[in-house]
C-alpha cells in the first residue's frame, strides 16, 4: 500500500487530467511533463491508447494509471 496523503492523490489526479486533456488535443504525444526528482510525467498507455500512466521520480512513489481518462477529456 503507498503511503501518501489526500492532497497528493489531489495533485496526482489533477495533473492526470491535465495530461488527458493535453493528450486528446494532441494525439501523436505519447509523454507529458517533467523528467527529474520529484516531477509529474504521464505516459499514454493502454490497449486504446485512452489511458494516462502518472508516474514520479521518487522512490517513494508507484506508477497509476488512469483507465480511459484521454477518452473522457475529448
Not at 7 to 14: D, G, L, V
Not at 26 to 49: K, V
Amino acid at each position: 500500500m503507498r503511503g501518501t496523503t489526500v492532497s497528493e492523490e489531489t495533485a496526482r489526479m489533477e495533473f492526470a487530467v491535465k495530461a488527458a486533456k493535453h493528450f486528446a488535443a494532441n494525439p501523436n504525444h505519447w509523454s507529458f511533463g517533467n523528467i527529474g526528482l520529484g516531477e509529474w510525467l504521464a505516459l499514454r498507455w493502454g490497449m486504446g491508447n485512452d489511458c494516462v500512466l502518472v508516474i514520479r521520480q521518487d522512490e517513494n512513489q508507484e506508477a497509476v494509471n488512469y483507465h480511459q481518462l484521454i477518452t473522457r477529456h475529448s
